[in-house]
């Protein structure tokens, strides 16, 4: 296998992961600061893709539909937050998994029901397809390089905000101490309302992202968030620097996995053996991670023991 | 706790006078239906052994479910090409025999159970429901990409299996082994929480340091009923496998992870009977409303949004009052 392959399947694993990261990083706030498992975080994702594509059918700027998928998403997270989730809060784990797998239900069903069964399709705008050359003379997909910037640069972003603004001190302080910082004034529930529809519109953003390399289509949402669960539990809930290094991680060891087993298993394998057992030993890499880093770090790894 | 007995014996005396009824009438298809409604029930009372009575909320419970299902279709599948299931070390023919492929489903799918228990039960709430599911997403694409046995397209049966002495493609007598079954399955999970173990269990799901003070291990206690759960699940897949005589990728899908912890929800959590309203309650929903509207999910989805939020001890909760506040 040439290096040029390695390095271009590299740069895959990382787009891959830095999009994980936008799913997880809402999903790794909301439980931190709400105390809250939103299975309905897929659908968020599947609400922004499916705006993107309706706009961008009818305008035919991709602009346009990446801030129609934030606009959507983050009004569906107030909208379920403000008559739903609100009353989840206090509730057990097993009230929020079940309330919010109903929400799944209600969001697949209800867009099937709109726009049909079919996939829509999102096209990359013009000025971002074709590839760049990057140093060495590797030939890489311009839209996939870009993709990677706007994640990290969307991740720079949120660190500097949980970091440097008041909005982000009060969203540390939320995962503290929550009824400290409602003594103190802070009007809790808007800044709830606030951090989902900030989860929401970074899922609705990547669902958009992706869905113009993929398709559209109902139930895109959910293998998605199971991903972002995996992120999670290896970077440690409510840990934004653990889901950064966790969705990078999993990115890389789905892209690679998927390309070296079976190479791996060609060693010492006839060519059909190797090619099936090495996928399938590929799809179950991720988790064998997660397993792995399970076994010596159960809070993963970089939660709050 | 009278309520209760007699709603669960009216229950039960319903789930076999509507297949009997059917059978004189002569409609196969009323049959199919409570035999599906039979065979989730048991799913859901494996699932609630966990979830009810030890407090784990698994949502990888298609994986026992699953391999229950996979469990039936492999060995079959071998029994009617006539081809091994294995050469070495020793030659292992399939086989059509239901009793023992009920023995293979249960063995296989607790040992799973505690393989997963063991790694997820490491860690407990919110990262054990997602390790659960994470896990139960691990079989689903193993079963995708292993080619051997259908891959995405899944294996067919020809004929359902065989039972000594009965006539299995016979839609009553399939539907009175399922429920022989699941009579069965109630009489254990009963005796099985009214013993010292449950009584452990359910103490440790309210007070962990307690009962470790006591003595027992809460660990060893929670991978014992997970495991046992997952049995149960286990089971209840090589019927619903057989049912169809068909078993693909979709009875390990996150889905039905959800739909299996639905009729738990729907008939109350941590009553021996509840998963069996609520697996009735789920069919008679999905029939009825599927007959309303393509799109019944979505009023699935509003009615166990209700419940989660307004009617919290399911059916049971409503029909037979609270539960005696143990917690």
């Known amino acids: 296998m040439s290096w040029i392959l390695l390095v271009e399947q590299t740069l895959n694993g990382l787009q891959f992961g830095v999009m994980l990261f936008l799913m997880a990083a809402g999903l790794t706030l909301i439980f931190g600061v709400m105390g809250l498992i939103n299975l309905a975080h897929g659908s968020l994702y599947m609400i922004g893709a499916f705006a993107a594509a309706a706009v961008a059918a009818a305008t035919g700027s991709f602009l346009m539909a990446l801030v129609a998928s934030l606009a959507a998403s983050a009004v569906a997270g107030v909208l379920i937050e403000a008559t739903v989730i609100r009353r989840l809060y206090d509730r057990d784990h097993l009230d929020q998994v079940l309330a919010t797998f109903a929400l799944i239900l209600i969001f697949s069903e209800g867009t099937r029901w709109a726009f049909g069964s079919f996939p829509l399709f999102l096209d990359k705008p013009e000025w971002l397809s074709g590839t760049v050359m990057l140093p060495f003379g590797i030939e890489y997909s311009l839209y996939r390089l870009v993709l990677i910037v706007v994640g990290l640069l969307v991740a720079a972003g949120l660190f500097w905000m949980i970091a440097k603004t008041r909005i982000g001190i009060r969203i540390r302080a939320g995962e503290n101490d929550r009824e400290m910082i409602g003594a103190l004034g802070v009007d809790i529930s808007l800044l709830y309302t606030l951090v989902f529809a900030l989860g929401a519109g970074l899922a609705g953003l990547a669902g958009a992202l992706i869905g113009a390399i993929q398709s559209v289509q109902v139930g895109m949402g959910e293998p998605v968030l199971i991903l972002a669960f995996v992120v999670i539990v290896i970077g440690g809930i409510g840990s934004i620097k653990g889901a950064l290094i966790g969705a990078i991680l999993v990115g890389l060891t789905d892209t690679l996995g998927g390309v070296l087993l079976p190479r791996l298993f060609a060693l010492f394998l006839e060519p059909s053996q190797a090619t099936s057992a090495g996928s399938s030993l590929a799809s179950m890499s991720i988790y064998i991670l997660m397993a792995g880093v399970l076994l010596f770090r159960p809070k993963g790894l970089f939660g709050s023991a | ?327």
């Open chain 2, 1 to 327: 706790m009278k309520r209760e007995s007699l709603l669960n014996a009216a229950l039960m005396a319903v789930l076999l006078a509507v297949p009997l009824v059917a059978w004189v009438s002569d409609e196969p298809f009323l049959i199919t239906l409570a035999t599906r409604a039979v065979i989730f029930a048991i799913a859901g009372v494996g699932l609630n052994f966990a979830l009810g009575f030890g407090g784990m909320v698994s949502l990888g419970h298609a994986v026992f479910f699953g391999l229950g299902g996979y469990a039936m279709g492999i060995l079959a599948y071998h029994a009617q090409t006539y081809t091994t299931l294995m050469d070495w070390p020793f030659a292992l023919d399939g086989t059509k025999m239901m009793p023992i492929i009920w023995l293979v489903a249960i063995a296989v799918s607790s040992l799973a159970a505690l393989a997963i228990g063991a790694l997820s039960l490491r860690t407990t709430g919110v990262y054990f429901i997602m390790i659960t599911l994470a896990f139960g997403q691990m079989f689903y694409y193993f079963a995708i990409s292993w080619p051997a046995y259908g891959g995405e397209d899944g294996l067919s049966i020809y004929v359902r299996n065989e039972f000594p002495g009965l006539n299995t493609m016979d839609p009553i007598q399939y539907f009175m082994v399922c429920y022989v079954l699941l009579s069965l399955v109630l009489f254990g999970v009963y005796r099985a929480a009214h013993s010292s173990f449950g009584l452990v269990l359910r103490a440790a799901r309210q007070n962990e340091d307690r009962v470790q003070a006591v003595g027992q291990a809460p660990y060893r206690l929670y991978l014992t009923a997970f495991a046992i759960s997952g049995a149960i699940t286990g089971l209840a897949g090589a019927l619903f496998a057989d049912l169809n005589r068909f078993v693909s990728p979709t009875m390990l899908s996150w889905q039905t992870s959800g739909e299996i912890m639905i009729f738990v929800i729907l008939g109350g959590v941590g009553r021996v009977f509840g998963p069996v309203a609520g697996a009735a309650l789920f069919i008679l929903l999905e029939h009825t409303l599927g007959g309303l509207s393509e799109f019944w999910h979505i009023y699935l989805g509003a009615i166990l949004l209700g419940v989660v939020l307004f009617a919290r001890g399911g059916l049971y909760g409503l029909l037979a009052g609270r539960e005696v506040a143990h917690d």
